[in-house]
């Protein structure tokens, strides 16, 4: 089945840093992949859509600026949560999806990112 | 927009049968996903309706009713494993055929 790696698993970093989290498409390609944050015994909020070669589509409330969103590959996309505040600190998963319309989402395991 | 409702917890006992329901509320329904997500780990699919009727796989069997916006998830022979949340999704065609999630179910198995 379709595998979605997605890394690191766990990030600590301090208040006003940068941290970068990958996610890849490791056997099929992905022109889109979708960007999500779990707060604790919360569920998925989407909080972009990552295209392969444009631009990403941000929902509601979640800033561009602060989430940067690259989608360089058919394989890879990179969420960087730029200047990060202890308030970041969240449960991020990258999922993707294979071309076929009833096809499910494959998720990402995870980063949980805790910001001190 | 979407309203996906879904019980907040609930708790079964070890080879029981429980059902977790699901109400939605969309204006361009394409489908309709069930996911198992254990603490600290990403969800994982367990089925897809976009049909009327029950999708049935092992254990675990989906229902869906589009006329009443309604599904539920059935589990039989329960498991201590399956101490999960269950995560209803909606796919939208009027969104980009992105998935809304509600928000999850805790599933608490006792002995």
């Known amino acids: 089945g379709a595998v979605v790696s997605q890394h690191p698993s766990r990030v600590i970093c301090k208040s006003g840093t940068s941290v970068k989290i990958e996610c890849r498409s490791l056997d099929f390609q992905a022109t889109t992949m979708f960007w999500y944050r779990q707060f604790p015994k919360q569920s998925l909020m989407l909080m972009a859509t990552s295209n392969e070669g444009s631009k990403a589509t941000y929902e509601q409330g979640v800033e561009k600026d602060k989430f940067l969103i690259n989608h360089a590959s058919l394989t890879l996309s990179t969420l960087t949560v730029t200047s990060a505040h202890p308030e970041d600190s969240s449960f991020y998963i990258c999922s993707a999806r294979v071309l076929q319309v009833d096809s499910p989402l494959h998720f990402g395991n995870g980063t949980r990112l805790t910001v001190t | 927009g979407q309203n996906i409702d879904q019980p907040t917890e609930m708790t079964a006992t070890e080879g029981a049968i429980v059902q977790i329901n699901c109400t939605y509320q969309?204006?361009?329904?394409?489908?309709l996903f069930w996911y198992q997500q254990h603490a600290g780990e990403a969800p994982t699919f367990l089925s897809y309706n976009v049909l009327d009727g029950l999708e049935e796989k092992g254990r675990f069997s989906s229902f869906l009713s589009r006329s009443k916006g309604y599904s539920y998830l059935l589990l039989k022979e329960l498991q201590m494993k399956d101490s999960a949340s269950y995560l209803c999704a909606v796919r939208d065609n009027n969104a980009g055929n992105m998935l809304t999630f509600g928000g999850g179910t805790r599933l608490m198995v006792k002995p």
């Open positions: 969309t204006s361009g329904f394409n489908g």
